[in-house]
Each structure stands twice: as structure tokens, then as C-alpha cells.
């Protein structure tokens, strides 16, 4: 299954209200977000499957700030949380990125898969795409969380070899 229909699997999974509080709260642990376990014909515990599966997931509340990043996403850009999620975004893609955000804040998109490029806390880029859902509460969006895939680390030189830049290209 792509990022985007996992997210929205898991979502539907999820008692919003308890999940919602926890995770616009701020609390750390994701166990709080979806309680200890939810059905899928048999107790299934959804958040431990979302803290240690290995697709990265976040949640970014409504006012733009990453609130919860699993460890596979902790690994790709680093520790973000607390930060606005246009830090982590490439220049090039912060407007387009400002803007499907919005537009799900709005309720205009309900979900997209987008190529971006993300800038990890360490200045390495990676290009992904991004596959998000709105979350509510009642007729409110209170923030997105999303999962990447597709990852495509750029290229790095091989540091014993002294390539030409045509060879680089190649």
C-alpha cells in the first residue's frame, strides 16, 4: 500500500476527539494519540504500529508546527518537532508547501500525494513525496498528518574517488 492510503487506513482507525487532544497538546508520546488499541477485527495497537513502522510519519497542528514525527522520520530530517514545518522544506518548495497546507486547513483538499524536496536539521536534502490528510475534530481541520515515500536521496561523491564533473554526472 502507497503512504497516503496507510495514513487515511490508520486515520480511520483512530478515535479522533482522544487523539486529536493528545497530539494538539503537544504530548510526546504517541500512545496517547490513539489510546491503547483500536479495532481492525481484533485489538490492533495502533500506536505502537505507527511509532515503529518504517515509513516516516508526522502530524503538523494548524498553526503550522510539527507536533509528532516517528523514528523512520526522525531519521530522515532529524528532530524537528516544535519547529514550523516550512523549515524543513526546501526553498524552492515552501511556497507550494505553504500552500497545499493551507488549502487543507481550509478543507479545499482532502488529501495529495506532492513531490517535495526536504532539508534534514543537518542541511542534507531528499527528494520524497509527501502523501497527507486533514485531521478534524467535528467540522474543524486541526492539522495534517502525512507520510513520506519515494525517497530519493541525492547522490553523494564517493569520497576516495576523484571524479571530473562529467564523470559526476554520469
Not at 502507497?2 to 480511520?12: D, N, P
Not at 486541526?142 to 576516495?160: A, K, T, Y
Amino acid at each position: 500500500a502507497r503512504g497516503g492510503e496507510l495514513a487515511r487506513g490508520v486515520l480511520r482507525q483512530v478515535e479522533q476527539p482522544q487523539a486529536v487532544d493528545a497530539l494538539v497538546g503537544g504530548h510526546v508520546g504517541l500512545a496517547q494519540l490513539v489510546g491503547e488499541a483500536a479495532p481492525i477485527g481484533r485489538q490492533v495497537r495502533v500506536a505502537h504500529a505507527l511509532e515503529h513502522i518504517n515509513i516516516p510519519s508526522y502530524f503538523i497542528d494548524q498553526a503550522g508546527v510539527i507536533r509528532w514525527v516517528n523514528p523512520a522520520a526522525r531519521l530522515l530530517v532529524g528532530d524537528v518537532e516544535g519547529l514550523q514545518f516550512t523549515s524543513v522544506v526546501a526553498p524552492e518548495d515552501n511556497r507550494r508547501a505553504r500552500e497545499l497546507f493551507a488549502r487543507r486547513l481550509l478543507g479545499n483538499l482532502d488529501s495529495s500525494d506532492t513531490p517535495v524536496v526536504l532539508v534534514s536539521d543537518k542541511g542534507g536534502r531528499v527528494s520524497v513525496e509527501v502523501s497527507s490528510v486533514p485531521l478534524t475534530r467535528g467540522d474543524h481541520v486541526i492539522g495534517v498528518f502525512g507520510q513520506v515515500s519515494d525517497v530519493l536521496e541525492e547522490p553523494q561523491p564517493h569520497p576516495e574517488l576523484h571524479l571530473t564533473p562529467r564523470q559526476s554526472e554520469i
